[in-house]
């Protein structure tokens, strides 16, 4: 157990639909990171929160959003789902907003399904 | 455009020989260099890292070599385990560290 949790771990919707993954950071981390792998890619980089602001958006659509709660949980939105959408999406997090020494911590990551 | 990149797909190799992973990256901004492991169904598991000031880091039996002037760099696993069966990932980051640049992975067989 990384520390990070996420939910829910396995996710089958239509296209069209809206879904929300949630993420919560290991203990003590501020910032929350949110990836998505496709098949045979690499984990592409969507958004980063520091303790509730955003900080840094990689390649996120518009149908995507998210959002770092005073808890300091995290919500991935997304919305006007496609096919393409199918993907694991990983969350991560780290101390704080500078270069830990160790990288992020993982989550095991929810694998979406859009049919 | 993939910034760093993974060339080999897959590495087999038998127990108790040495086992080299590559990453080349195109951005001469990347300031920070890691490695992360993953198991089928599993979050990538952070394994070594590397600042771009060093040009080798070791830790066990894990070492990471940077060569700047080639933009090039790889893991050394030594001797390896049938455990270290997993896809490894090289991942880099400019020096806000505000995100990780990740390559699409190489699927590592440790075969006894």
Request: aromatic share 12%; charged share 20%; glycine share 8%.
């Amino acid at each position: 157990d990384s520390g990070v949790t996420q939910t829910p771990k396995h996710l089958i919707t239509a296209t069209g639909q809206r879904v929300t993954l949630r993420c919560s950071p290991r203990s003590g981390d501020l910032s929350v990171y949110w990836y998505q792998q496709s098949l045979d890619q690499g984990l592409q980089f969507l958004i980063q929160y520091y303790n509730g602001e955003e900080r840094a958006k990689g390649n996120i659509l518009e149908r995507f959003s998210a959002q770092q709660f005073p808890d300091l949980h995290s919500e991935l939105n997304l919305s006007s789902l496609e096919l393409g959408d199918s993907a694991l999406y990983f969350c991560a997090s780290s101390p704080g907003d500078r270069k830990p020494n160790y990288g992020y911590t993982f989550g095991s990551g929810t694998r979406l399904t859009v049919v | 455009d993939q910034q760093v990149k993974q060339n080999s797909p897959s590495l087999s190799v038998q127990e108790g020989r040495i086992s080299i992973l590559n990453c080349d990256y195109t951005n001469s901004m990347f300031d920070y260099f890691l490695w992360y492991k993953k198991y089928p169904a599993e979050g990538p598991t952070f394994l070594i890292s590397i600042s771009s000031i060093k040009d080798k880091n070791e830790d066990g039996r894990f070492t990471v070599f940077l060569n700047k002037s080639a933009k090039h760099l790889s893991l050394h696993i030594v001797p390896s385990q049938p455990g270290d069966s997993a896809v490894y990932f090289c991942a880099a980051s400019g020096r806000d560290f505000q995100k990780l640049v990740f390559g699409t992975g190489t699927r590592l067989l440790v075969s006894p």
